[in-house]
Antibody, heavy 121, light 107 residues
């Protein structure tokens, strides 16, 4: 049974870079599937951020693309998100999730438990 | 970007009721529509993908229909564990967007 677990700092200062990691267990990410990040905030609801496949092929939400990088580390069976120049608007619960095996569709299942990131000085 | 609009935003119902939640896309998304259930303090859980395909383990009292821009999620007979918030999500084009949610609580 595949499980995902987010980790990273819960507090980031404005203008700094947010870095999160999602460790996958129960499945070798080198085998396949796309992997992604979604965030949830009271103001914006659920917002897809970015996705990546096992070969490193990426796609990003255009509204965040200039500040976001998603990467994958298959030996460590994890993938990561960095979001630069954060503001209070980036305060949210950040989730990692698995997408389907190929890029024929883009639903999210399963999800990690989420990590709350607050942007504040 | 495709906007997803759910109605109602909240709904009160009783155990055993039949409930329908509607999701409308701002343009044609064919059948690229997915539904999630979220309970307080938990991550969303995929219920259904491609309009009407039940994810493994999801009870058959959940069903979905629609195509193009208008979609529905129906729960045929509400059970106590169904009280939660439900979200639709389009996977037709990037950025993959979600509805604002429908909160279903006990009457």
């Amino acid at each position: 049974q595949v499980q995902l677990q987010e980790s990273g700092p819960g507090l980031v200062k404005p203008s700094e870079t947010l870095s999160l990691t999602c460790v996958v267990s129960g499945y070798y990410i080198s085998v396949g599937h796309y992997w992604g990040w979604i965030r949830q905030s009271p103001g914006k609801g659920l917002e897809w951020i970015a996705s990546i496949d096992h070969s490193g092929s990426t796609y990003y939400n255009p509204s965040l693309k200039s500040r976001v990088t998603i990467s994958i580390d298959t030996p460590k069976n994890q993938f990561s998100l960095t979001l630069s120049f954060v503001t209070a608007a980036d305060t949210a619960l950040y989730y990692c999730a698995r997408l389907p095996f190929d890029d024929s569709d883009n639903w999210f299942d399963p999800w990690g438990q989420g990590i709350l990131v607050t942007v504040s000085s | 970007d495709i906007q997803m609009t759910q109605s109602p935003s909240s709904l009160s119902a009783s155990v055993g009721d039949r409930v329908t939640i509607t999701c409308r896309a701002s343009r044609n998304i064919i059948s690229y529509l997915n539904w999630y259930q979220q309970k307080p303090g938990k991550a969303p859980k995929l219920l259904m993908f491609a309009v009407s395909s039940l994810q493994s383990g999801v009870p058959s009292r959940f069903s979905g229909s629609g195509s193009g821009t208008d979609f529905t999620l129906t729960i045929s007979s509400l059970q106590p564990e169904d009280f939660a918030t439900y979200y639709c999500q389009q996977s037709y084009s990037s950025p993959f967007s979600f509805g604002q949610g429908t909160r279903l609580d006990i009457k």
